[in-house]
């Protein structure tokens, strides 16, 4: 009797590890997902950020200093969606597909001369700094500004 006690008590905390583990992932996953419609749903809410956002684009240089703080706020912001779904990869708590949307969206800066890459380079170059150095070399590998950032 006892062994099937034994038995019986393994199973129930395998199954409530695995319980755990799912839930944890699906928290990791939602709170990556919330902040990029969060980041969104500011942009597209704010005139002001929309349209400081159009400055950077043509123009870092052109930004006034309240246009600048608004926009490399909006880029920070983005850039610790990434920072923090990259950690949540190497945890293992993040889901393969969410993962590799996020490598996907850095990817499109990658050596692009467009003018929205332009602007994530420059505001890369400028907050770079604030990240583990993990992270800016996940980063900078994936744009191929390995080189140059260092």
Known sequence: MGLVSIV???????????????ATRA?????????FRELNLTLASSPALA?????SFDDPEKMSAEERVQVLGLWRAL?????????QWANETLDEVLYQSIVSEISTYKGNKDRRSQAMQWAWESERFVFNSEF???VDEIIG??????
Do not use: I
């Open 8 to 22: 019986g008590s393994l199973v129930f905390v395998g199954l409530e590890v695995r319980q755990n583990s799912v």
């Open 27 to 35: 928290s990791a996953n939602a709170t990556v997902a919330d902040a």
């Open 51 to 55: 349209s400081a956002m159009a400055v």
């Open 79 to 87: 850039f610790h969606t990434w920072s923090n779904g990259h950690r």
């Open 136 to 138: 800016q070399l996940f």
């Open 145 to 150: 500004a390995g080189a140059a950032a260092n």
